[in-house]
């Protein structure tokens, strides 16, 4: 029985990693091994931004609920303790919403946590 290469499996996986790396700069999207290294290095930073993304989010949206609860005398701090107090259960995401596209609800908001 003839020995069987493995040149179409090989080729393939290749130009996948080649295809992966299109659009990058020099041998890193023509060199099979400069490209996978890119390509791996590629999706570790996707994988670790992809993180580091819902930690930005988060910073953004308590600047801006603190930037709003500020408008009515009371810091973020304060405010989110009055809301644990009260046992409002609305999340930074929406309560930023708010403050942004609807200031009147959030004012509603500081009303019912300031009145204790």
Same mark, same amino acid.
């Given at each position: 029985?003839?020995?069987?290469?493995?040149?179409?499996?090989? %080729?393939? #996986? !290749?130009?996948?990693?080649?295809?992966?790396?299109?659009?990058?700069?020099?041998?890193?999207? $023509? /060199? =099979?091994?400069?490209?996978?290294?890119?390509?791996?290095?590629?999706?570790?930073?996707?994988?670790?931004?992809? %993180?580091? #993304? !819902?930690?930005?989010?988060?910073?953004?949206?308590?600047?801006?609920?603190?930037?709003?609860? $500020? /408008? =009515?005398?009371?810091?973020?701090?304060?405010?989110?303790?009055?809301?644990?107090?009260?046992?409002?259960?609305?999340?930074?995401?929406?309560?930023?919403?708010?403050?942004?596209?609807?200031?009147?609800?959030?004012?509603?908001?500081?009303?019912?946590?300031?009145?204790?």
């Amino acid at each position: 029985m003839p020995r069987s290469s493995s040149s179409v499996p090989t %080729r393939h #996986r !290749r130009n996948k990693y080649l295809k992966a790396a299109k659009g990058y700069y020099g041998g890193k999207h $023509r /060199l =099979f091994k400069s490209a996978k290294e890119q390509v791996e290095k590629g999706l570790q930073y996707a994988y670790r931004d992809r %993180r580091n #993304r !819902r930690r930005v989010f988060r910073r953004l949206w308590i600047a801006r609920i603190n930037a709003a609860a $500020r /408008l =009515f005398d009371m810091s973020y701090s304060q405010l989110i303790d009055g809301m644990n107090k009260k046992g409002l259960d609305i999340n930074r995401k929406i309560l930023a919403d708010l403050a942004v596209n609807d200031i009147n609800a959030f004012e509603q908001v500081v009303k019912t946590v300031r009145s204790s």
